[in-house]
């Protein structure tokens, strides 16, 4: 079992820079794919990125079309952190940021195929 907290949220302009974290603690990363999803006010939680290691290398990362080129995830495999780096935020970024993490391998883009969750991180972006 992992357990994940999220941290580096805040409030931001539009066209500024976050970078949030995801400490994770329990199990060593590189077994999980690792998922960042955000939920808005009065909207579902939707997919932003995902990524897979195999034998230290990243074996896939995935993006939503809403945030590629902008968004970027990696990690830190001594600190056991997976970050997320966001880049040129719009307000339609404004959401709870959350970091999820799943055993098995694969391209998963649903809530539901992860199995552990950090608790959020809430991401302000001002017009």
């Known amino acids: 079992q992992v357990q994940l907290v999220e941290s580096g949220g805040g409030l931001v302009q539009a066209g500024g820079s976050l970078r949030l974290s995801c400490a994770a603690s329990?199990?060593?990363?590189?077994?999980?794919?690792m998922g960042w999803f955000r939920q808005a006010p009065g909207k579902e939680r939707e997919f932003v990125t995902a990524?897979?290691?195999?034998?230290?290398?990243?074996?896939?990362?995935d993006y939503a079309d809403s945030v590629k080129g902008r968004f970027t995830i990696s990690r830190d495999n001594a600190k056991n952190t997976v970050y997320l780096q966001m880049n040129n935020l719009k307000p339609e970024d404004t959401a709870v940021y959350y970091c999820?993490?799943?055993?098995?391998?694969?391209?998963?883009?649903?809530?539901?195929?992860?199995?552990?969750w950090g608790q959020g991180t809430q991401v302000t972006v001002s017009s």
């Open positions: 329990g199990r060593t990363l590189s077994s999980y794919t």
């Open positions: 999820a993490a799943v055993a098995t391998s694969g391209r998963f883009y649903s809530p539901g195929s992860y199995d552990y």
């Open positions: 990524i897979r290691w195999s034998g230290g290398r990243t074996l896939y990362a």
